[in-house]
Antibody
Framework: EVQLVESGGGLVQPGGSLRLSCVAS????????VDWVRQAPGKGLEWIGR??????????EYAASVTGRFAISRDDSKNSVYLQMNSLKTEDTAVYYC?????????WGQGTLVTVSS | QAVVTQEPSLTVSPGGTVTLTCGSN?????????PYWFQQKPGQAPRTLIY???NKHSWTPARFSGSLLGGKAALSLSGAQPEDEADYYC?????????FGGGTKLTVL
């Protein structure tokens, strides 16, 4: 099973930017679809977006709520996927998870907390 | 973007059976929505239980099963255990995007 580790969370002011990283332990990272999911305090899970595999030309998909502000990229040489978050709002405060949840893969990272506050 | 609905809360007795459902406002849920089910306990990351409607992971207890029921994806729990008390989420795929349901808080009491 794939192991995923997120990093990069922290405190940021409204309007600011932050980049989260997700490192995966797998020898076939280029075959991996990686999703980003967040969970606001006391709330449910929200799908943010996804980076598809090399076979699918690394296409990205996003939820409407973050389109235009968030961007997903990846560096297969580092087994890493990134979530660039711009123009952050207080309502973006959440634990952010990366996950490999496609087909028979069902892995989640431990999450990283992002707090948007002045 | 579709809206995915789940029961906000359900209660099951220890040893009992309960079914959680996952519906879509766009119409019947099918295998083509690739339904997944996740379990989340307080302070923990979610854990994947069911993928692609009916398939279990190696760590999924045998008492959990996935199916279609009345136009919705369903997660059935037979022989509930105290450790099954948790929040349960489904996710559906539609047009490249994925949407989570609001989650079901399952109480074993």
């Amino acid at each position: 099973e794939v192991q995923l580790v997120e990093s990069g969370g922290g405190l940021v002011q409204p309007g600011g930017s932050l980049r989260l990283s997700c490192v995966a332990s797998t020898f076939t990272f280029s075959d991996l679809f990686v999703d980003w999911v967040r969970q606001a305090p006391g709330k449910g899970l929200e799908w943010i977006g996804r980076s598809k595999s090399q076979r699918y030309s690394y296409t990205t998909e996003y939820a409407a709520s973050v389109t235009g502000r968030f961007a997903i990229s990846r560096d297969d040489s580092k087994n890493s996927v990134y979530l660039q978050m711009n123009s952050l709002k207080t309502e973006d405060t959440a634990v952010y998870y990366c996950a490999a949840i496609r087909g028979s893969l069902g892995s989640w990272g431990q999450g990283t907390l992002v707090t948007v506050s002045s | 973007q579709a809206v995915v609905t789940q029961e906000p809360s359900l209660t099951v007795s220890p040893g009992g059976t309960v079914t959680l459902t996952c519906g879509s406002n766009t119409g019947p849920v099918t295998s083509g929505h690739f339904p997944y089910w996740f379990q989340q306990k307080p302070g923990q990351a979610p854990r994947t239980l069911i993928y692609d409607l009916t398939n279990k992971h190696s760590w999924t207890p045998a008492r959990f099963s996935g199916s279609l029921l009345g136009g919705k994806a369903a997660l059935s729990l037979s022989g509930a255990q105290p450790e099954d008390e948790a929040d349960y989420y489904c996710i559906l795929s539609s047009g490249g995007a994925r949407v989570f349901g609001g989650g079901t808080k399952l109480t074993v009491l």
